[in-house]
């Protein structure tokens, strides 16, 4: 069956999808060190929407659970969120643009570049805050844009860009980049502990200052993202099918890839190194409904959005008072599922 | 307005180089409207360049090549899309879209980035796949039918497109005998009852002297002739352009020329030959 004709019950699905993320969310936010009740909790974050706040009565909750739930906890959550859906979206994108079902959202060493701009900073002692963010913060995004205009100039002949010489530049220059920030630990014995943790991967440090950043560049792009599906339908075909198509193959490409690097280049700056995500979500997506983007990018986004949820609160629960760092978490609980689809999978084609 | 373009692809003096090699070379063509072309000759001699220079995936020195009269160069890829269709060499597919999906992808000149695909369009598609044979394959994934079903699907989605004219590249290379003849008389009935002008890039003369109506004949990057399959497929063509010895004689049921090659042994016991006839 084709896309058009689920049109109608991937929506009720797609609805489905948000009901289980908003539950999810919720359910997450009354776990941790105090207890909270799920009821308050749903109450406590009404209470925070313009709007239908003012209709609920907050009163007659806890002063610090209202604090917990809506200053900690909350921030961390949509934090979470966010990064699950900049990372599946661009995952499914970058799968789709270089047809390769290996790609991730850092195949083009954005990770890499990250790191290393974390490590010059930890290293040498960076630790203000400008404009809300930290150094170290600033310094990883700065590393992983550059390294993504490195390794496209590396790629590019002439205006165009070959996928296949985007992902070698991209492995190329992330395993140069690799060893710098291994050469930079060796030499600083001390900061090593600090540079482990940093590229495990963590929310911890969430505020809402980090969501109202991280906000508009995952959610404006994934629609930027959404608005070409279809294009990136045909360019999973093939380039040059894409270009009898009718579609503006290099200038989609171009516009596709600034979108995505600067998703995930503010995921990956506020939360270090988190993998699985947006590998193994657009994956599972797809075995379910089909390769069509215009469905496997909106579910990609809810379910990462929900994976990406349900570790972060793993990670802070599982051994209180101490946490995983999510990036293990994801990988952990990430890598069976999908082996246990893909041999789903392959017993029902046999 | 249409009707009148009667040669909807012209080449004028049209050159190509990679590089430094030269790879065409002072190429004219006037393409009629309504026919089937075949372009042979041997690998290397730029076959493929001169049709990816008309599908402008290489993009030619303008006033070179023309589609309808138009310069391709001031062609956007849209409306070059609207125009003209490809069926590329490699069509496999790996990320699972079903038939339907595929044939829908040929509609893509004509529906904007926030619209859908009207019912206009899946009548279109679903005319398409029944017109190639496809249409028992429609709900069915591209990558769980057989390289000749693909084929004819890839077909369909160019011809959901909705062109005046379709550019083939070795469409059959790959493909059983059965489907080879399949997917040809696909291609000929196509150019007959939807006045469709077909150029396919061919590699077995035998097909190509078969279905098409006329056929250019290339060798180093220059058309060596070109005509009907009787005026091209002759002994010393093919002895001038392959440089092989052969035997040709006509089909005794279609009346095409129909090619056999003799080995140099065989040459010398040529007097076996008229007893075959």
Known sequence: ?350 | MESRVNYPIKIQNLGWKYGDRQILTNISLAIEKGYFYSIIGPNGSGKTTLLRNIAKSLVPKPQSVFVEDIDVTKLNSKNMAKRLSVVPQNTNIEFEFTVTDIVLMGRSPYIGRFQAETSSDLEIAQRAMRATNTWHLRDKRITEISGGERQRVIVARALAQDTGIMLLDEPVSQLDINHQIELMETIQRLTKTKEITAVSVMHDLNLAAQYSDYIILMNEGKVVCQGTPHEVITEENIKRVYKLDSYIMDNPVTGKPYIMHVSKDDRLAKHSVPILI
């Open chain 1, 1 to 350: 069956m084709g896309f058009i004709k689920k049109k109608r019950i991937y929506k009720y699905f797609l609805i489905l999808a948000f009901i289980v993320l908003a539950f999810v969310i919720t359910i997450s936010s009354t776990m941790g060190v105090a207890d909270i009740s799920f009821i308050d909790s749903l109450r406590i974050m009404v209470s925070r929407i313009p709007l239908l706040g003012s209709l609920i009565d907050s009163e007659s909750i806890r002063q610090s659970h209202y604090y917990i739930v809506s200053n900690v906890r909350l921030p961390r959550i949509l934090l979470s969120a966010l990064i699950g859906v900049g990372l599946s979206i661009v995952g499914s994108t970058f799968q789709s643009m270089f047809r390769n079902p290996m790609a991730d959202p850092y195949v083009l060493g954005i990770s890499s570049g990250a790191s290393a701009g974390a490590t010059i900073a930890i290293v040498f002692g960076l630790g203000g805050i400008v404009g809300g963010l930290s150094i170290i913060t600033l310094f990883a995004f700065l590393g992983a844009i550059l390294t993504v205009v490195i390794v496209y100039n590396i790629a590019r002949v002439g205006t165009r860009v070959t996928s296949l010489g985007l992902i070698l530049a991209g492995i190329a220059v992330g395993l140069f980049l690799s060893s710098m920030v291994s050469l930079l630990m060796f030499f600083n014995r001390d900061d090593i502990e600090k540079i482990v943790m940093w590229t495990m991967g963590s929310v911890s440090a969430a505020t809402w200052n980090r969501v109202g950043i991280l906000a508009p560049v995952v959610i404006l792009g994934s629609v930027i993202i959404m608005a070409y599906a279809r294009d990136l339908n045909a360019m999973s075909i093939g380039d040059e099918t894409a270009k009898s198509l009718g579609i503006e193959v290099e200038k989609v490409k171009k516009i596709l890839l600034t979108v995505s690097s600067l998703i995930v280049a503010s995921c990956v700056s506020t939360s270090g190194v988190i993998g699985f995500v947006g590998l193994i979500v657009p994956h599972t997506i797809r075995l379910i409904v089909g390769s069509d983007q215009r469905a496997v990018l909106p579910f990609s986004a809810v379910t990462g959005a929900i994976f990406m949820v349900v570790c972060d609160t793993l990670a802070r629960n599982l051994i209180p008072p101490s946490e995983i760092p999510v990036g293990t978490i994801t990988s952990l609980f990430g890598a069976p599922f999908f082996i246990f689809m893909l041999y789903k999978n392959k017993k029902k084609v046999i």
